[in-house]
């Protein structure tokens, strides 16, 4: 990143917004909150978006990043991340951070098709 840019946090205990500048202009941005489930905390990264024009260049891994810390500073054993089958640039950048695939969510479109049981 370019040395006048920066990193902003926007802080709860149990959420984080952070906003990546390049002269004070607002290019990146990532929400991510901790959900505890029974006894495990799960960091849940909710909206990640980079400007278009500033794609490429290690924003998006380094707002990851620093979530990361965030769920790990605050005993989250998984962080997670909900993105569609055909996002092929957000799909790299996870993976390339050492996310996996390990669940489909299937979608179906309640169209004016009838649904029966019967064949
Ligand atoms: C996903 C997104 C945030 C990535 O941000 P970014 O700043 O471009 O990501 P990075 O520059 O850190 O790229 C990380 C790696 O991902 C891969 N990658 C990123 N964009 C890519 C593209 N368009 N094509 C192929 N690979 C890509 C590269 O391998 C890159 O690593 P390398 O260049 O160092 O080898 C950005 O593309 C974006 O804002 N997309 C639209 C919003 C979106 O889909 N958000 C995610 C919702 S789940």
């Not at 906003?19 to 290019?27: G, H, L, S």
């Not at 991340?81 to 951070?97: H, M």
């Amino acid at each position: 990143m370019k040395k006048d840019s920066q990193i902003k946090a926007i802080k709860s205990s149990k959420e984080l917004i952070l906003v990546a500048e390049i002269d004070r202009k607002v290019i990146g941005y990532i929400w991510g909150y901790i959900e505890e489930v029974i006894k495990y905390k799960i960091g849940k990264i909710q909206e990640l978006i980079v400007t278009f024009k500033e794609r490429g260049k290690g924003i998006g891994t380094r707002l990851i990043t620093e979530m990361l810390n965030f769920f790990k500073k605050n005993k989250c054993i998984i962080s997670e991340i909900e993105v569609f089958v055909d996002n092929l640039p957000a799909l790299k950048t996870y993976e390339k951070i050492g996310f996996r695939k390990r669940e489909y969510k299937m979608q179906l479109k309640l169209d004016n098709r009838k649904f029966s049981p019967f064949v």
